[in-house]
């Protein structure tokens, strides 16, 4: 079985051929939608659909950054969570990055 061709993919990091994540962010949205798929909230095909139209949806953004926006509409979508509770979720967590001295951990 070959393996697929992971260069195709907008802005992925590789080491090798293996994907990587370049920032800690990055690591924990990919952790939320593996969780919330295992919780039963959406199944993988339309985790997929949901990302795919991401990807393909004309916006230039980082690989992750696409992953971001597909999980944040996912969840408004499954009603998860409303648009407002996620802006205000967002907004929070900039507000504590801002007020976090560089190298500590962010906490809400």
Known sequence: MSLPDLSLLPDIALAGNEPVFEEPWQAQ??????TLHQSGAFTWAEWA?????????????????????????IV???????????????????????RTPHGQAITL
């Open 29 to 34: 949205a990919f952790a939320m939608a593996v």
């Open 76 to 98: 408004a979508q499954k009603q998860l969570a409303s648009a407002s509770e996620l802006v205000a979720c967002k907004d929070a967590w900039h507000e504590a990055a801002a």
């Open 49 to 73: 659909k949901a990302l795919a139209a991401e990807v393909h949806s004309g916006i230039e953004r980082e690989y992750y950054q696409h992953w971001l926006c597909a999980l944040e509409k």
